[in-house]
């Protein structure tokens, strides 16, 4: 149900590239950090519009490259927006157990993406074995601390937050099949916005508004209350801890720091 209903979310969200700032700010974060691979054979999982795709395409033009999400819209609008230069291939695909090949993937790469999982151990162990010997899985994702303000204010006026449990890197690292082979770095990011409705809408039209598992939504009422305990007069700050994990699956792989 949970998973169904994030994909409607991002299926609807055909506004998306117009208001996901932020993503389109990790995205390129995530280029800079790709590791200098040759002619890999990529994978990317929860392509959206395409932000990160447009690097991935751009930096290796020739390679093999699947571009995939889990949202059949969303392929298509990523599809339209990198037009038809030396296009990738597109495929709807679940990213916590695409049905692929093992040993295939040179380099995986999510934005954004990992966030939604049920699973991230499990997926995290399932990614691993697509990967060849000395393939890197790239990613960004959300974790401890994104939305601390809207936690803060819920629990100031004792309501429930709604706010999933992201995994923190240690878990992620952990997780990886491959010990001492998980370079990982967390980066803060403020994103301003001039109400709290305001926030509440760019949730909305990118699709990203699914609580928890569970969660029980607030009353309009109490929604407005928090949201008027949250604000400070000068619209409101949102914090987004992001994760920057490069992943490689064996010690034939290059040592690397994320910086």
């Not at 974790?143 to 890197?169: D, V």
């Not at 909305?204 to 209350?225: E, L, N």
Request: hydrophobic share 40%; glycine share 8%.
């Amino acid at each position: 149900m949970r998973k169904k209903q994030v994909i409607d979310a991002f299926g609807q969200a055909d506004q998306y590239a117009s208001h996901a700032h932020l993503q389109r700010l990790v995205a390129d974060q995530l280029a800079h950090i790709l590791p200098p691979l040759v002619h890999p054979t990529i994978l990317e999982l929860g392509c959206g519009t395409g932000f990160l795709s447009q690097h991935l395409r751009h930096r290796w033009p020739e390679s093999p490259f699947l571009c995939s999400d889990i949202a059949l819209p969303m392929v298509q609008r990523c599809r339209s927006h990198l037009g038809n230069q030396n296009p990738p291939l597109y495929a709807v695909l679940d990213g916590e157990q695409p049905p692929l090949p093992p040993d295939n993937i040179d380099l995986m790469a999510a934005s954004m993406v990992f966030q939604w999982f049920g699973d991230p151990s499990g997926s995290l162990a399932r990614l691993h074995g697509l990967l060849r010997p000395g393939g890197c899985l790239a990613f960004a994702t959300l974790g401890p601390g994104t939305f601390r303000e809207w936690q803060t204010a819920a629990s100031a006026l004792r309501m429930e937050s709604g706010l999933p449990a992201y995994p923190t890197a240690e878990a992620w690292q952990r997780a990886w099949p491959t010990p001492g082979q998980a370079p990982l770095r967390e980066e803060v990011i403020t994103v301003h916005h001039p109400s709290g409705l305001a926030f509440l809408r760019t949730l909305r039209a990118i699709g990203a508004h699914q609580p928890a598992p569970g969660y029980h939504p607030q009353s309009a009422g109490q929604m407005r209350r928090l949201l008027r305990h949250w604000e400070n007069g000068e619209g409101l700050a949102v914090s987004y801890a992001v994760l920057y994990g490069v992943f490689f699956r064996d010690s034939l792989a290059p040592s690397m720091k994320i910086s």
